[in-house]
């Protein structure tokens, strides 16, 4: 069986050490599909030390034995070689002398596998990790010096770890070239950071564990070496950064134009602010700073699309580039504002503290306008030698850390959960936030423990940081998420127990939009497939006692389409956006409230709302539509508070959420079985059959493209329910859907004028036709319409039958 890790263990005179080691590692991976390889520097008699503790062991063991001549470099170069020789695809480095615990193998490759990273470190500086196994206070000192020289040496690099110089971690060997790599000494981990800036990083709190036997190998000597490959890292790295700027000369001027632009509306904000706020108007400073950003933002968008970007005018439209520009720095005001307030409460002028805070946000709104505005190729924007990619969220999993005393409440925060859910019979919910989107599950008569519950408390610590960052706690399971702001952000922790606790900051608890879509509806998806069930992103209703569901991607266009399906042919409303099914095609009512996009205002009618909430609803569905969700998505991918902006965001302009009633006169049903499945998409008009197989795809694809927002896809990795991971639970997910599939014949329709609600009407027709019994269908009656002719157009795929009938 190929092995998926290999772990590289260089080692010089560890004679003692490496019986204990083998021993206490191969435990540790017992059941884990892992080599061992031992490259080995020794002079003394490690080599068959190895040979024999190797000889019964239940796990591959391969011994690489150097020849002097073949040392250079030291333990880095021996590293190397291990990765050269490894079969596996994830490589895992350890030291020989038992001061990184085996124990902690298991849980940095669970690491890997699980979380969408290229490296994972082993650190002594992160959450509750130590260094307790070096030897005194001296050796305690110069490994934090060492540590602190590589950050200032490489401030953009090194700042992605804790512990750059630990000499414990695994790394994927697709992400590196090793032939690239030029190591000395014993900071082999320093080497790859610094020459693959690419590589996405978590990291794993240790304990550093006392030397089992013999010396350690630290000496003057090494830390010379240490210091010569630091000086040689740092010139090469500034040759490639220089070479690569040259690359982009556009880049320095377009800068500068960017710059002189924003002087300006900086100069016109400041002019603006003093008339609104000092002189003619009085109005508080917080109020004239929002009117002055409208003015600015007005100016600097017509300079930035003529001047700066204006080989790029043919991007969105001047209207679409335009809207996105005010979109951008209306977010970008929604952080201004706090920090604006708390420069003037330390005692700084309303004018030279609006302008800190416009300057502070000049290299975000540079990054956003460049590529997501007006839509500049990445490669001009920035080398990625320059500028290595950091993650916006930094992963931790905290081993030396009791889960249980992290975090724990504050005594006079009450216990009350006042909102009850009974979701479908399945997962009962207590909250001590109003979850709207939960209304028709209301049950107020419940008590007892629930299975989620919600409640409002401090989470993370007091002061600020300068990334998001997703902590996992192992005993007890816990996760914890915290943003820069700390306390004051939209903090959360979920504890894994037999009842799921869910703790929101302040601030989340005021956007309830946001802890039912980002948390509480991630936490529903697994415990409905953990009892057998499947929270699908997808569309139902009955017509005519026919059970039909609709699936697409998101912002495709269901939402429209059901309304127009009961607005036209009447029926019965199950869900538009989440659909409990089980393995035997029957469907359980979701009937959240619809969210109106841009595109589905088209099938609300007048009629429906007030002139007021007209107005209001072109703004908002304009928001929280795609190009709205396109621009947080980018804005997710850099280091800013994205969940905090997101329930600022959804405070200041709520989401445009309605019951189905209140648009369209309907009822809902509780539950159907389901007996033709939809899958709408945009294009040329064309219907095809779509293969159970094929079926099944599509519907994980698109209902993991409805959990896209962060923090999702950094949460979920880390969810384990029972003895269940993410993993499986998209198995068990995967294992319904395909029973339930098997029952129901898939159908592809493409339209590129919104005309599903159209054709789904004339192939059920069609369909009920074809089922009528021969002698019942009259050739003489020639009253009934005319049924339209609906051709069906094989896919690529194969087509089942049933999906072709």
């Not at 569901?549 to 009447?570: F, N, V």
Request: proline fraction near 6%; include cysteine; aromatic fraction near 6%.
């Amino acid at each position: 069986m190929r092995p998926e890790l290999a772990v590289i263990i260089p080692t010089r005179n560890e004679a003692e050490n490496v019986g204990p080691l083998l021993e206490r590692l191969v435990a540790a991976l017992a059941g884990l599909p892992a080599e061992i390889i031992v490259v080995d520097d020794s002079d003394d008699d490690t080599p068959r030390a190895l040979a024999e503790a190797g000889a019964g062991m239940d796990m591959p063991v391969r011994l690489l034995h150097r020849r002097p001549s073949q040392r250079a470099g030291g333990l880095s170069t021996a590293v190397v070689s291990g990765m050269k020789v490894a079969r596996a695809p994830w490589a895992l480095v350890m030291d020989g002398d038992l001061q990184h615990p085996p124990e902690v193998v298991p849980h940095l490759f669970a690491t890997a596998r699980r979380q969408n990273v290229d490296l994972v470190v082993a650190s002594r500086y992160a959450g509750h990790g130590n260094s307790a196994g070096l030897d005194g206070g001296a050796r305690k000192g110069s490994s934090r010096l060492a540590t602190r020289i590589a950050k200032v040496t490489f401030p953009r690099r090194a700042a992605r770890v804790s512990d750059p110089m630990s000499g414990f971690f695994a790394v994927r060997l697709a992400a590196l070239d090793p032939e690239r790599l030029r190591p000395h000494g014993y900071k082999i981990l320093l080497e790859l950071i610094v020459r693959n800036p690419h590589l996405r990083t978590a990291e794993v709190s240790f304990s550093f564990a006392p030397r089992h036997a013999g010396e350690s190998k630290t000496s003057v000597r090494e830390a010379l070496r240490f210091g010569r490959h630091l000086a040689r890292l740092r010139t090469q790295i500034a040759r490639e950064r220089k070479e690569d700027v040259q690359r982009a000369p556009r880049l320095r001027s377009r800068v500068i134009v960017f710059g002189l632009v924003g002087l300006s509306g900086i100069v016109v904000n400041s002019a603006a602010l003093w008339l609104l706020h000092m002189n003619a108007f009085q109005l508080h400073y917080l109020v004239a700073a929002t009117l002055a950003t409208q003015v600015s933002t007005l100016l600097n968008f017509l300079l930035t699309d003529r001047l700066v970007f204006r080989s790029s005018s043919g991007k969105h439209g001047v209207w679409g580039r335009g809207w996105r520009f005010f979109a951008m720095n209306n977010l970008a005001l929604l952080l201004r504002l706090p920090l604006l307030a708390a420069l003037v409460h330390l005692g700084i002028p309303v004018i030279p503290a609006n302008v800190l805070t416009l300057l502070a946000l000049f290299v975000v709104r540079y990054v956003v306008s460049d590529r997501l505005i007006f839509g500049r190729p990445a490669e001009t924007v920035a080398p990625q030698v320059e500028r290595p990619q950091v993650e916006p969220v930094k992963h931790l999993v905290d081993l030396a850390a009791d889960g249980a005393l992290v975090d724990r409440a504050r005594p006079k925060r009450i216990r009350y959960l006042p909102y009850r859910y009974d979701v479908a019979g399945i997962v009962t919910i207590g909250s001590q936030v109003c979850l709207p989107e939960l209304e028709y599950f209301r049950a107020q008569w419940l008590d007892g423990d629930m299975d989620i519950a919600i409640r409002i408390g401090d989470v993370g610590r007091g002061t600020p940081m300068g990334r998001a960052v997703v902590t996992q706690f192992v005993n007890p399971r816990a996760l914890r998420y915290e943003e820069h702001l700390g306390r004051l952000g939209a903090n959360f922790r979920i504890d894994l127990g037999s009842t799921i606790e869910v703790t929101v900051g302040p601030l989340l608890a005021r956007s309830p939009h946001v802890v039912y879509t980002n948390i509480l509806e991630a936490l529903l998806r697994f415990v409905v497939a953990d009892r057998g069930r499947m929270l699908l992103h997808s569309a139902c209703l009955e017509l005519d006692g026919h059970g039909v569901m609709l699936s697409a991607r998101t912002d495709t266009g269901k939402t429209g389409t059901i309304l127009r399906l009961l607005r036209e042919q009447g029926g019965l409303f199950l869900s538009d956006d989440m659909t409990i099914i089980d393995e035997h095609a029957t469907a359980l009512a979701f009937p959240k409230p619809l969210t109106i996009s841009h595109h589905t205002l088209r099938a609300v009618e007048a009629r429906d709302l007030s002139p007021a909430e007209w107005r209001h609803l072109r703004l908002q569905s304009r928001l929280h539509s795609k190009e709205g969700r396109s621009l947080a998505l980018v804005l997710s991918r850099y280091n800013l508070p994205i969940m905090a902006i997101n329930s600022l965001t959804q405070m200041a302009v709520p989401p445009p959420k309605y019951n189905v009633d209140r648009l369209v006169p309907c009822r809902t049903k509780a539950s159907t079985r389901v007996r033709d499945l939809f899958l709408i998409e945009r294009g040329p008009d064309r219907i095809s059959g779509v293969t159970e197989e094929r079926a099944v795809d599509e519907l994980m694809l698109n209902t993991a493209d409805a959990y896209g927002f962060p923090p999702f896809h950094y949460l979920a990795p880390a969810i384990v329910l029972g003895d269940g991971d993410y993993a499986e639970l998209q198995r068990k997910e995967r294992a319904v859907l395909a029973a339930a599939m098997s029952l129901i014949p898939a159908r592809r329709i493409a339209s590129d004028s919104f005309g599903w609600a159209d054709t789904i009407p004339e192939l059920l027709a069609r369909n009920r036709v074809l089922e009528e019994p021969a002698e019942a269908v009259h050739p003489q009656a020639s009253t009934s319409p005319r049924l339209p002719q609906v051709r069906l157009h094989p896919e690529s795929e194969r087509t089942s039958d049933r999906a072709a009938t």
